[in-house]
């Protein structure tokens, strides 16, 4: 192993400095056009991958420490040498900026995501800008508005729950103050740039699987089926092999900001590594539907080794079903160049290059 290479990494992910990485092309991959693909679906660091669809393209983000790109793809499985642009800059005064995430609000296009002052990384804040047209991520963006300024709190991987009342609410990742274990917690809010306070604690890690490493619950993203709401979030250091994926959620719309209204699922992972296929590393997951919306597919980011310490994490994607109760139903990890049936309504549709 290149320790030398591994340090520039870390250094470039934790304190936002560009990287010029470069990773090998993925030569078993088959044609994009063909009936499968496989993972990655993107040859560079890509960690905390979240993607939308919008008017039948695919729009991705991911961390890059010191800016946004928007990378925009006709197809779910692929965003290698696609159209790319760069929407947003770190201030002068502002770093490491992680887990960007793109959500349609009441026909608003809006992207939430987290960045630092740039002296410590406990000062970390919650930030949203809108684009000014929806229908176009590649274009301008308004200068960013940062949630819940009255409250001085370590904040980051904030998500959007728009909840069957009509109400919407903020959910994040953070520590209390003393610091101790990260959690996750709920506000109401006024508008997509405006969280209400109070907010109030949804979740602590407490179960060995939470724990690894540190105990964290954080990458919250929601997923709604049938009337059922579920909350999917990340467990453990995403420095350690070990970080997987949990679940909890709400029916019946219950009020959101009482946590006992919520139920947990505290006994296991849902989605972890896979030692025989050397995935490791698996979660902060978004989910998003195919191309002919009849399948939902998860997007999250994995390594390929036990040693990585999560320092060369990839995009993904795989499909999940659905149990007899509407719960999603997680696959086991696939490990890369492994053959997927690429998703519903993709097969015979061409990359921009290819057209």
């Known amino acids: 192993m290149d320790f030398s290479k591994v340090l520039l990494t ?89 887990a960007p995430e793109l959500h349609l609000i009441r026909g608003g296009l809006y992207m939430y995501f987290t960045m630092d002052d740039g002296v410590d990384n406990d000062n970390h804040r919650m930030y949203v800008i809108q684009a000014l047209d929806p229908n176009n991520p590649l274009g301008r963006w308004s200068r960013e508005i940062r949630l819940l300024p009255e409250e001085e709190i370590f904040a980051i991987d904030g998500t959007v729950l728009q909840y069957g009342n009509g ?35 949804l979740r602590t890690p407490t179960m060995d699987w939470e724990k690894h490493g540190y105990p964290v619950n954080e990458g919250p993203f929601i997923i709604q089926n049938e009337g059922r709401t579920f909350l999917v979030f990340s467990a453990s250091s995403t420095f ?8 909890m959620g709400i029916d019946d719309l219950r009020d959101p900001l009482v946590p006992r209204n919520w139920w947990n699922d505290v006994n296991h992972c849902v989605f972890e590594r896979n030692d025989a296929e050397r995935v490791f590393t698996t979660g902060h997951a978004s989910f998003v539907r195919s191309l002919d919306d009849s399948e939902l597919w998860m997007v999250y980011h ?30 086991a990890a696939i490990g890369v160049n492994k053959p997927i049936k690429v998703p519903s309504g993709e097969y015979g549709r061409k990359t921009k290059k290819e057209n």
């Open 240 to 247: 350690t092999p070990n970080y997987c994926l949990g679940i």
């Open 302 to 331: 994995a390594t390929d080794d036990v040693n990585d310490n999560g320092v060369h994490r990839t995009a993904r994607i795989q499909k999940l079903d659905w149990n007899p109760d509407k719960a999603p139903r997680f696959p």
């Open 167 to 201: 109400e919407l609410y903020f959910i994040w990742s953070g520590f209390p103050n003393p610091r101790g274990s990260m959690n996750l917690y709920i506000a109401q809010m006024e508008s997509p740039t405006r969280v209400f306070p109070p907010w109030t604690l």
């Open 10 to 98: 870390l250094l470039c992910l934790g304190f936002g400095f560009p990287c010029a990485l470069s990773f090998p092309q993925n030569t078993t991959s088959l044609r994009y056009d063909a009936r499968y693909f496989t993972n990655p679906i993107l040859d560079e660091l890509a960690a905390d991958p979240s993607i939308i669809k919008i008017n039948g393209w695919y729009y991705l983000v991911f961390t890059q420490g010191d800016r946004i790109d928007v990378l925009k793809s006709p197809i779910l499985s692929n965003f290698r040498n696609v159209e790319r642009k760069t929407v947003y800059f770190t201030p002068r005064n502002r770093g490491s900026l992680w």
